[in-house]
């Protein structure tokens, strides 16, 4: 799961690189203003502080027990619903 996360971070930075005029000052800028339709975790949309969102939350019930007590991912359970917060971009759930 976590590779998921680091390609969105990747896919982010690459796009507001191409979108810059090459100075670290035009990426931070084009980083504030990103929007991407698809991307491995699916739309991204960043606000001026660089915070995700909307962030979205995953709602999910174990069904076997005995794992560790840091989630590393969804095995031993059941995707209940995914919500996200208010406010969300056009386009997304």
Known sequence: MRYLFSAAAAEVLLD?????????????RALATTRLE?????P?????????H?????????EKGGAPNYVDGLEGSVVEDVITTPGSPPGTR
């Open 16 to 28: 507001a690189i191409a979108r810059s005029d090459g100075t670290r000052e035009s990426v931070a």
């Open 38 to 42: 698809r991307s491995p975790i699916g």
């Open 44 to 52: 991204i949309a960043l606000d001026r502080r660089g915070e995700v």
């Open 54 to 62: 909307p962030a979205n939350v995953t709602v999910v019930r174990a």
